[in-house]
């Protein structure tokens, strides 16, 4: 027997190349493999196409146009409730003035007199009186500057007395019917009140649910 040097390099050769043969092979079968669950995952032509007309821009392509519409729809909305809030709607009021207790408030402060509505156009003419008598008038009227100005601030001081009382009675109906939220910091009914009484009946808004006084809540 003769010994071939060739045959075992032979043999190792067609060894390795099977082995490269079979991988091979299997990477083609694994790369067949996800291409068929690619394909098996992906979107039909419809669902792309449906998705593809669901989908809007995050940015508008025209922001000047968006802004003006935007604000547009803000100022009919803000027309609305001021329409509604003069003409006593309170379906359509602002839903800060829906709230049960902001009703039983300006109810309640429309029903009573209070001194404080009448402060401006009471101050508006002692200023008037004042502004004469420093200007028109002679020196020996100056006393008559004092005694307005005396008259001016015993008025406010009335009107704030008066307030003072209405909101103490007022804030233990509130808390008698509505509870402690109804007076809270976050609720700001003491600033409402006030802000109320010390406007005149015929300028207050929301408008008065009654045309007289003395009709007070139940």
């Known amino acids: ?37 690619r394909t098996k995952n992906a979107p039909t032509p419809k669902q792309s ?4 007309q669901n989908l809007r821009p ?3 392509t025209d922001r000047k146009a ?12 803000e027309n609305a409730q001021y329409d509604a809030m003069k003409n006593g709607d309170l379906a359509h009021m602002p839903k800060s003035e829906q709230l049960p207790w902001r009703v039983y408030i300006r109810d309640y402060v429309d029903a009573r007199f209070n001194i404080g509505e009448f402060f401006v156009p009471f101050a508006i003419v002692i200023m008037l009186c004042i502004f004469l008598t420093q200007n028109f008038l002679s020196t020996k009227y100056i006393a008559l500057y004092f005694a307005l100005a005396i008259v001016l601030y015993a008025y406010l001081f009335a009107a704030i007395i008066d307030v003072i009382i209405m909101w103490r009675k007022l804030r233990k109906e509130l808390v008698k019917r509505y509870g402690e939220v109804s007076v809270g910091k976050s609720s700001r009914s003491a600033m409402y009140a006030c802000s109320r009484a010390i406007q005149m009946r015929r300028w207050r808004l ?6 007289k006084r003395g009709n007070w809540p139940k």
Do not use: C, H, Y
């Open 1 to 37: 027997m003769t010994w071939n040097p060739f045959v075992k390099k032979s043999a190792d050769n067609g060894a390795q190349n099977g082995n490269q043969s079979a991988t091979n092979e299997n990477s083609e079968n694994k790369i067949e493999d996800k291409a068929k669950t």
């Open 49 to 52: 196409e449906a998705t593809a």
């Open 58 to 60: 995050l940015v508008p």
């Open 66 to 77: 968006s802004a003006k519409a935007a604000r547009a729809r803000l100022r009919e909305k």
């Open 206 to 211: 929301p408008k008065p649910s009654t045309p």
